[in-house]
Nanobody
Framework: VQLQASGGGLVEAGDSLRLSCAAS????????IAWFRQTPEQEREFVAA???????YYADSVKGRFTISRNNAKNTVSLLMNSLRPEDTAVYYC???????????????????WGQGTQVTVSS
């Protein structure tokens, strides 16, 4: 199983970025795919997730600004991040698991497969 996160960068507050997570070696259409983020000061934090049926879930801190979507034909998940804030600065990781239950969707340790992370830096 391989997850490849990309799309990070340095932007100014208010700008947008689109992160992508490309997956291989798994039955993509059955996976719940999630994005988490982490800073040196904080534990890994849930950002957004999308289930096999297209249902989406967001952290309160990004709701209304971030949009997660999936393309099963291309085995990719995107995270469109609008109205970025300095507090969104972090390394963003994508994760996948085929058997996440809804009550665990925000818990990082429940995911078996992880990408390498992509840095997002938002300047004020």
């Amino acid at each position: 199983v391989q997850l490849q996160a990309s799309g990070g960068g340095l932007v100014e507050a208010g700008d947008s970025l689109r992160l992508s997570c490309a997956a291989s070696g798994l039955t993509f259409s059955r996976q719940t795919i999630a994005w988490f983020r982490q800073t040196p000061e904080q534990e890994r934090e849930f950002v957004a997730a999308i289930r096999w049926n297209g249902s989406t879930y967001y952290a309160d801190s990004v709701k209304g600004r971030f949009t997660i979507s999936r393309n099963n034909a291309k085995n990719t998940v995107s995270l469109l991040m609008n109205s970025l804030r300095p507090e969104d600065t972090a390394v963003y990781y994508c994760a996948a698991d085929p058997s996440i239950i809804l009550s665990s969707i925000r818990i990082s340790r429940q995911y078996d497969n992880w990408g390498q992370g992509t840095q997002v830096t938002v300047s004020s």
